[in-house]
C-alpha cells in the first residue's frame, strides 16, 4: 500500500497521550479503589465494634486506621497533582510536535504497520502488537507496552485507510479488554 499522510492536530496528539496514561494507570486506580473499600470496610467494623465495646480497648487500632487514612489520602493527592502536571506537559509537547511541522505517513499491509517521518522509519510486524481498541473514529495499535501505543483518527488519515486498517487489526489482533 502506498504511504498516507498522517494530519496531526495538537487534538490527536492530546487525545492519545491521554488514552496511553488511562490505559497504564488502569492497575493503579484499581488499587487505590480497593485500598479505599478496604479502608472504609475497617472504618465500619471499627464504629461497630466501639459503640458495642469500649473505645479504650481498641485505641491502637484506631490510631493505625487513622494514620492508614492520611497516608492513603496524601498519596491519592499526590497521584492526582502528578496527573494534572502531566496532562499540562502532554499539551505542551503536542503543541511543540505540531509547531514543528514534521512530515508524518504511514503504510500497511497484511504483514506489517510501517510509520515514517522525516527522521525515521518504523516497520512492525503485526505480532508486535499484543491488542487494538476501537473508538469512535480511532483506532489504537497497543505494544507489550502501552506507553508506546499508535493511534490513528479519520481526521489523521481519512476514512477509507482507517476503515481498512481497522478491518486489518480486527482479522490480526484481539481487542483489548481492560
Not at 488499587?31 to 473499600?37: C, D, G, Y
Not at 470496610?41 to 487514612?69: D, K, M, P, R
Not at 514534521?102 to 517521518?117: D, L, Q, V
Not at 476501537?134 to 490513528?152: A, G, Q, R
Request: with cysteine; hydrophobic share 40%; aromatic share 14%.
Amino acid at each position: 500500500m502506498k504511504p498516507i499522510v498522517i494530519n496531526r492536530t495538537i487534538k490527536d496528539y492530546y487525545r492519545q497521550a491521554l488514552f496511553i496514561e488511562k490505559v497504564t494507570r488502569h492497575s493503579e486506580r484499581k488499587r487505590l479503589r480497593n485500598t479505599f473499600f478496604t479502608l472504609v470496610t475497617l472504618s465500619v467494623l471499627l464504629v461497630g465494634i466501639i459503640t458495642i465495646g469500649t473505645a479504650e480497648t481498641f485505641i491502637g487500632f484506631t490510631i493505625v486506621l487513622v494514620f492508614a487514612w492520611v497516608i492513603f489520602s496524601i498519596y491519592s493527592l499526590i497521584r492526582f497533582i502528578r496527573f494534572q502536571k502531566l496532562k499540562n506537559l502532554i499539551l505542551r509537547k503536542a503543541t511543540e510536535e505540531v509547531v514543528k511541522g514534521k512530515r508524518h505517513e504511514i503504510s500497511f499491509n497484511e504483514e506489517f504497520i510501517k510509520y515514517f517521518t522525516d527522521d525515521a522509519k518504523v516497520e512492525f510486524k503485526w505480532n508486535n502488537f499484543k491488542a487494538y481498541l476501537e473508538e469512535e473514529d480511532t483506532i489504537y495499535l497497543i505494544p507489550e507496552n502501552p506507553k508506546h501505543t499508535w493511534s490513528f483518527s479519520k481526521e489523521e488519515i481519512g476514512a477509507k485507510p482507517l476503515s481498512d486498517l481497522c478491518e486489518l487489526a480486527k482479522s490480526k489482533l484481539p481487542q483489548l479488554k481492560y
